[in-house]
């Protein structure tokens, strides 16, 4: 899921240089690999069990740098070498929540406490923020210049991804990192989880509060530390959770003040002749109308929990389905399988299939599903329930569970190979979001995240 306003916006390509997922080929560690493959002659590791030991080998992929480490975002394949997006390693902690283990809540807490490290060891600022991305392992660029390091450099500091531009803040990445240290803080109990949360609050408060008239709060800061104009229903509802959680965790009511106006600005993106949630704002005085994405309609009922405004589980089911299948134009997926699912926006089933998604990409198919959008929207059904809806998510779930059996083999994290049929890809084929960059099937920490928090019925987003 990506925060975004403009065109050009997202998490993964506005606050860094402009660079989408490369689409270089579709082609991690032996941790795990036994409890994907079974032993021989055993009965396959169930699909859950098989996404765990994806983020496990994604967490894993450099053990020679040392325990400090978060989980690469993408497969090898994607271009984006050892990059490992601040929002996919939130993600990554609530999945490993979600599996109420004792295996997860230890690589939940690792993963916490690198959330931690980066925060106290910033080579720039020391005000709790938390960039876009880290490397975690080395790598030589595209210009050949080496990146020795892992998560931690040699001086300590923390690897910001420099090397694509990923030197900026997002408030909805730092939102969604404070849900995951504050989910860890309730379940542990531990002071330190709850200190990093409570300081992710209070930069977002300094940075992004805004007097607009549509108020909520703001997108965040480039990687010049410049703030940036737009305002987001994703980012706003994703502190509708952070906040009202802060609230309950620290007794302090500021916190429900600062809840209740990042949930006003939502309920201002509400169209309520059809039963959706606009995207936000430029400029904090008129809604942007379009592209209408699916996660604001699907996140919005998980944090808000409002009847009254689940009809736009409705209208994602109707206006973003999908099905992807070979005979359809730009297609990747091999012939005899199709999928079903949703797309990531209203733009994307308009997507040009003539032209590139970005130069040095491949042309999109409108069809494609987004696996992620797609488990976002089975948890949320799960989670209204009304007539029909579980149904409807045993669907979605089943052909992401297809997806992770049959699409993105042969592909690598760190250089080694990933478990077998291990690890949830981004999409079904090529795909343009309509905000500037696409997603791929490359197998993805943060859609595989969502399917096993969809498949374990956990909802992060609720305080």
């Not at 090397?163 to 404070?178: E, I, N």
């Not at 542990?188 to 989880?193: D, E, L, P, W």
């Not at 606009?278 to 604001?296: A, R």
């Not at 589980?313 to 099905?323: P, R, T, Y």
């Amino acid at each position: 899921m990506t925060g975004r306003q403009g065109p050009a916006l997202s998490r993964r390509s506005l606050i860094g240089a402009g660079i989408g997922i490369s689409a270089a080929g579709l082609t991690t560690v032996a941790s795990g690999q036994a409890l994907a493959a079974g032993s021989a002659g055993a009965r396959p590791a169930s699909a859950p069990a098989r996404g765990h030991a994806f983020l496990a080998a994604a967490m894993d992929a450099y053990p020679e740098h040392g325990s400090v480490r978060l989980t690469q975002s993408y497969t090898d394949q994607a271009g984006l070498f050892s990059t490992a997006f601040t929002y996919d390693n939130a993600l990554a902690v609530l999945a490993h929540l979600a599996a109420r283990t004792g295996e997860g809540l230890t690589r939940a807490k690792a993963l916490g406490d690198a959330l931690l490290y980066a925060q106290l060891h910033d080579p720039g600022y020391d005000d709790g923020r938390l960039r876009q991305a880290y490397n975690v392992g080395p790598y030589t660029f595209y210009d050949g210049s080496p990146q020795p390091d892992g998560f931690v450099r040699a001086d300590g500091t923390a690897n910001v991804g420099t090397q694509f531009g990923f030197t900026g803040t997002a408030v909805g990445d730092m939102a969604w990192a404070g849900i995951a240290l504050s989910a860890l803080a309730r379940r542990t109990g531990a002071r330190r989880f709850l200190t990093g949360a409570v300081r992710i609050g209070e930069w977002i408060e300094r940075t992004g509060r805004t007097d607009e008239p549509l108020g909520g709060y703001k997108f965040g800061v480039d990687g010049a530390n410049q703030k940036l104009p737009f305002t987001s229903t994703e980012h706003n509802t994703d502190l509708v959770c952070l906040f009202g959680r802060l609230a309950r965790l620290t007794g302090d009511r500021v916190w429900l003040e600062r809840r209740g106006r990042a949930e006003a600005f939502v309920k201002r993106m509400w169209e309520p002749s059809g039963g959706f949630f606009y995207t936000g704002t430029n400029d904090g005085v008129t809604v942007n109308k379009s592209p209408i994405p699916e996660d604001t309609q699907t996140w919005t009922h998980l944090a808000l929990g409002s009847r009254r405004h689940s009809r736009s589980l409705d209208w994602a089911v109707a206006e973003l389905a999908v099905l992807d299948h070979s005979g359809r134009t730009n297609s990747t997926v091999p012939a005899g399988q199709s999928y079903e699912g949703v797309t990531f926006s209203s733009a994307s089933l308009l997507a040009n299939e003539d032209a590139p998604i970005a130069a040095g990409q491949p042309k999109p198919d409108r069809n494609g599903v987004w696996f992620e959008g797609t488990a976002h929207l089975a948890l949320a059904l799960r989670d209204r329930g009304k007539r029909g809806d579980e149904a409807r998510a045993r669907r979605l779930l089943a052909s992401t569970e297809q997806a992770q059996d049959l699409l993105g083999g042969g592909q690598t994290v760190g250089g080694k190979a990933l478990p077998e049929r291990a690890g949830v890809v981004s999409a079904s084929s090529p795909l343009d979001t309509g905000f500037g960059f696409g997603y791929y099937p490359y197998r993805h920490t943060g859609a595989t995240a969502w399917y096993l928090m969809a498949a374990a019925r956990f909802n992060p987003l609720r305080a």
